[in-house]
């Protein structure tokens, strides 16, 4: 049964693989990130460390079609049928030595088999005219959708979080993502130093207003070992990691500014426990999921309590 709260992602797939179960499935290509090796910035997002996002079955040194092979003698041990969509997620997935190498990629990635598609995660600033074209040609027989790492439509956030764009890049990316006719989602985090519920809602009406197909939200988790982490621990910045009461009426007002023309892949980031300094709420996404949908049908539209309850912070 549909969720009727909002457009989930098993409903996302259903629409454009009917009858087919399908799952996404990582891989670690061997990709760098060009606010790291200085072709854009150097350091970094100060809250990344790739690992705390990557699974652990991902590993550079094998070759795509064996990490998606170890993908698939997974999933087809309980579901034999499942068709999957290969999701090159690590760092940047468009930024490779020579445009030629990341046809090879995609293409070695497209000829395993059960393999329908490609989800490509990468920055607004990486995706020239020459990886479009790329993009375009595949997408003409295969489908390709774009995850673009937004975070927050706020230049200062942008800036404090050393991101190297701006929300004009992202913008830009997806308008001509839309002109292309490739399909194109938004990650967004919420809890940004500095932000409140009200900046984090101001980015989801924004990123609405865009031709997207897809948002992905998550809490700002601070991991250890990174610059943010430091910065928190020392004082240096301001950071308010969420409690789960104040994540979860957040999300309830996200979902009631996402119409059912965007998708909300999901709402939680679960990096590994041991890496996760803040906020530690001990919850798996479908556990987190749950107690959303719980609220939402405790709070649904009608319910004058609800819409007259204040953002948090
Ligand atoms: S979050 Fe993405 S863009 Fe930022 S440093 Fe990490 S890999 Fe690079």
Avoid at 26 to 43: K, L, M
Wanted: net charge neutral; with cysteine.
């Amino acid at each position: 049964m549909a969720n009727p709260w909002y457009k989930d992602y098993s409903e996302y797939l259903a629409e454009r693989w009917p009858g087919v179960k399908v799952q996404k499935l990582s891989v670690d290509a061997g990709f760098s990130c060009p606010n790291r090796d200085g072709t854009i910035g150097r350091g970094g997002c100060i809250y990344c460390d790739n690992r705390s996002f990557t699974p652990g079955y991902c590993d550079a040194r094998r070759s795509v079609a064996e990490q998606l092979a170890d993908g698939r003698r997974f999933f087809a041990r309980k579901y034999p049928q499942m068709k999957y969509l290969a999701y090159f997620q690590s760092f940047t997935g468009t930024h490779a030595s020579a445009v030629g190498r990341l046809a090879e990629l995609y293409a070695e990635a497209l000829a395993q088999p059960d393999v329908l598609g490609l989800i490509i995660g990468t920055r607004p600033d990486s995706l020239p005219e020459n990886v479009m074209d790329l993009l375009t040609e595949i997408n003409r027989e295969r489908r390709v959708i774009v995850e673009i790492g937004a975070e927050t439509s706020h230049d200062a956030t942008l800036r404090l979080i050393n991101r190297c764009h701006t929300w004009r890049d992202v913008e830009d990316a997806v308008r001509r993502l839309d002109s292309r006719g490739i399909e194109c989602g938004l990650h967004l985090i919420a809890g940004l130093p500095g932000e409140s519920c009200a900046d984090v809602l101001t980015t989801v009406e924004r990123s609405c207003r865009l031709p997207i197909a897809s948002v992905k939200l998550h809490q700002l988790q601070v991991i250890r070992g990174t610059r943010l982490d430091r910065l928190w621990r020392t004082g240096e910045l301001a950071v308010h990691p969420f409690t789960l009461e104040e994540y979860l009426e957040l999300c309830v007002q996200v979902v009631r500014r996402v119409d059912r023309r965007v998708a909300i892949e999901r709402f939680l980031a679960s990096a590994p426990p041991e890496m996760v300094a803040a906020p530690r709420w001990g919850l798996k996404n479908y556990q987190f999921t749950n107690l959303l949908l719980n609220r939402l049908a405790a709070t649904a539209p009608g319910d004058a309590a609800a819409e007259s309850r204040p953002d948090k912070n």
